[in-house]
């Protein structure tokens, strides 16, 4: 297990994702507290679904008056 302080992590960013990438676990402290860790994403690709509740339609105020029209060619792709 690694731990770094910030000042440390900024000088070493490089070395700590290449040991989060290996598998060994990355905490990074602020004033002698943990407050973050680095994790490898995997293979650089995103699961699918990763954003499933992080994002929220689109508000009708948003559609600036878009007719039934309109909305019916962007709806139908």
């Known amino acids: 297990m690694i731990e770094a ?3 440390e992590a900024k ?5 700590l994702v290449e040991s989060a990438e290996r598998g060994e676990p990355v905490f990074l402290k602020r ?3 943990v407050v973050a860790q680095i994790v490898p994403t995997g293979k650089g690709e995103l ?3 990763f954003l499933k ?4 339609a689109i508000p009708d105020s948003l559609l600036f008056g878009a ?3 309109h ?4 709806t139908s792709l």
């Open 53 to 56: 509740g992080e994002v929220a």
């Open 47 to 49: 699961p699918f679904g």
């Open 31 to 33: 004033n002698g507290s």
């Open 11 to 15: 000088k070493r960013l490089s070395q």
């Open 67 to 69: 007719s039934e029209e």
């Open 71 to 74: 909305l019916d060619e962007f």
């Open 5 to 7: 302080d910030m000042h």
